[in-house]
């Protein structure tokens, strides 16, 4: 081995380290839901959002609460109703005095000011607030007046929503949904899970999480992220899946082409590669494969992937949209020069 290649060795060893020792601590609290943990997490080292969907009582706030006191970051709730404005998350201008007995205009930071930012219950809020949240999820900035005011990085979104059959909710923005990274979806836990949920939470007082990781801990995971290689043909393959997310795509299968209004954006296929490339850090690997794309698909197009009318009716559901795609599109195209290249 050369000299770099043992750097990227103990560089992968000790993200993996400090992967297990986060994923041990949120398991004092936090039974089962291996794979919505790990999505989370998924969000957090790719600088992205997560958008966690079940029914109420699940645990879905308790997750995100339990990462937030695992981490040395700053923490805000906010919690989404109907009457909520947008003034309530993003802050307001207010007239304050001065010591001079003057007046002067001050701005009053709003919860979304934060490392780690809880929306709970998001689509319980009119579209009007939820896309407040847009330039701030985008951009990592907010506007208000002629000012704009930096996010501290790392910022993260961490929403929960009810699934949209339920009373009293909204569906969000497709602009808004765009700019989550992954869309999660939280089970009912099994038999076992429920016998150690209940015993956790009815007994004597269980452990606490404690902080585990910091902010530059948390920092130089995500740029490691981003020199993890990916193949030609790894890459091709991400984007050729994408692309058949659109019902008139080259390689959309049939069941795309009746029930699919609109595919994935660019941002789908730049989340799946990130993510390809972090699962294969969490197995050891310094390389994304095939295989890891196939992994992460599912979360990361399902709320990409808008069905028409006629897939609505027909409760058609995007999961089974990008698995129809996943088992249609080859793992290299013929007359693809690059990607023959690429597997040689």
Known sequence: ????????????????????????????TIVGNATV??????????????????????????????????LSLSFSRIQFTPDLMPADILGTTVIDDTQTGGKVFEFRKGPIFAHIVLADEINRATPKTQSALLEAMQEHRVSVGKR??????????????????????YPLPEAQLDRFFFKLHVPFPSREELHAIVDLTTGEASAQPTPVLNRDDIL???????????????????????????????DA?????????????????????????????????FAASIDDVRAVALPALRHRV?????????????????????????????????AQIGLA
């Not at 740029?223 to 008139?248: K, N």
């Open 37 to 70: 943990v790990s999505g989370v997490l998924t969000c957090l080292l790719a600088g992205g959002h997560a958008l966690l969907e079940g029914v109420p009582g699940l645990g879905k706030t308790m997750l995100v609460r339990t990462l937030s006191e695992t």
């Open 306 to 338: 808008l069905l028409n009318f006629e897939g609505e009716a027909e409760g058609v559901k995007a999961d089974q949209i990008i698995e129809a795609i996943l088992k249609a599109i080859p793992e290299t195209k013929a007359g693809n020069v690059e």
């Open 253 to 285: 299968p049939d069941i795309c082409k009746r029930f699919v209004r609109f595919g994935a954006s660019p941002r789908g296929a730049q989340a799946t590669l990130l993510a390809a490339k972090i699962r294969a850090l969490f197995e050891g690997r």
């Open 1 to 28: 081995m050369t000299d770099d290649a043992h750097r990227v060795r103990a560089e992968v060893d000790q993200f993996r380290a400090l992967i297990a020792t986060l994923k041990n601590e949120i398991a004092k």
């Open 220 to 250: 130089g995971m995500q740029s490691l992220v981003r020199r993890v290689p990916v193949a030609r043909h790894v890459q091709d393959f991400a984007i050729r899946v994408v692309q058949a997310t659109h019902p008139d795509g080259p």
């Open 148 to 169: 704009t005011h930096v996010l501290d990085e790392p910022f993260v979104v961490l929403a929960t929503q009810n699934p949209l059959e339920s009373e009293g909710t």
